[in-house]
């Protein structure tokens, strides 16, 4: 009989989940977290269950930090260990992950098994997140799935505040000086680049780095962290739901 498991990340944004066979992804969705992640995780679940006999799943998985809403699921876990069994599922070369996401960011240093063997967790302050990319984008009259194209091939204008609110002020000064939009959304992603640096520094450079996350989605950005560090990034097919895959694989076991 063909077995499933579900894995659900429920994040500050957005809410990921993918219903997985031991082997590869059979159906994934990602919707916005909104108000309410219980409800958000909820109809995730139900999107991947429609056509699924419910009792051909072993075992739902709930990671993020809405996972502790989640009542309807068999158990839940951090997303570090999730990030950690999602990347090397896909990667075994892969040694450290900087993730990137709606509110936080991490760096998760991994063994030759896969295993966590330390993380550095920036959760205080929205500065360089897709909250703080969200925000002073659209000081630009932009969004996140634009920013590229707004940026590309451009000079990035300096942006020296990492606070979100100092950033928009500033952001507000520069179009008064008549900066180009371009430049400065290739400063805000700059400065994006600058800040997974530093947070990439306080943990140990290993090996293959792979970078996860919505953000992980702009090419513009990536390009910036790969000439820093003078090296190509793993990127996943889909960086937004390794988290999911990961708690859908502990799920399967």
């Not at 709930?62 to 068999?74: E, K, N």
């Not at 990137?100 to 896969?114: F, L, R």
Request: hydrophobic share 40%.
């Amino acid at each position: 009989m063909k077995e499933y498991s579900i894995g659900i990340d429920s994040g500050s944004v957005a809410t990921k989940a993918v219903l997985f066979d031991g082997q590869k992804i059979i159906k994934k969705v990602i919707i916005p977290t909104g108000w309410s992640p219980k409800r958000t995780s909820l109809e995730a679940y139900n999107l991947l269950t429609d056509k699924v006999d419910k009792d051909k799943i072993k075992k739902v998985i709930g990671t993020g930090y809405g996972r502790v809403s989640m009542d309807f699921v068999d158990k839940k876990v951090t997303e570090i260990t999730c990030h950690t069994k999602g990347i090397f599922f896909l990667n075994k070369d892969v040694r450290t992950i900087l993730d990137i996401g709606g509110q936080d960011s991490k760096v998760i240093n991994i063994d030759n098994d896969g295993n966590v063997i330390n993380f550095i967790m920036n959760d205080k302050c929205a500065a360089g997140t897709g909250k703080f990319l969200e925000v002073t984008s659209n000081k630009l009259g932009s969004d996140i799935e634009n920013i590229d194209e707004l940026a590309k091939d451009a000079i990035p204008e300096n942006i020296s505040s990492m606070c979100t609110v100092f950033a928009e002020s500033e952001i507000i000064s520069l179009l008064a000086q008549d900066i180009p939009k371009e430049n400065i959304a290739a400063g805000i992603l700059k400065s994006i680049a600058n800040k997974g640096i530093s947070i990439l520094n306080k943990g140990n450079l290993e090996d293959i780095i792979a970078f996860t996350g919505g953000l992980a989605k702009s090419k513009e950005l990536v390009k910036m962290l790969e000439e820093k560090l003078n090296k190509k990034i793993f990127i996943a097919e889909d960086s937004q739901i390794i988290g999911a895959l990961g708690a859908a694989i502990i799920g399967f076991k």
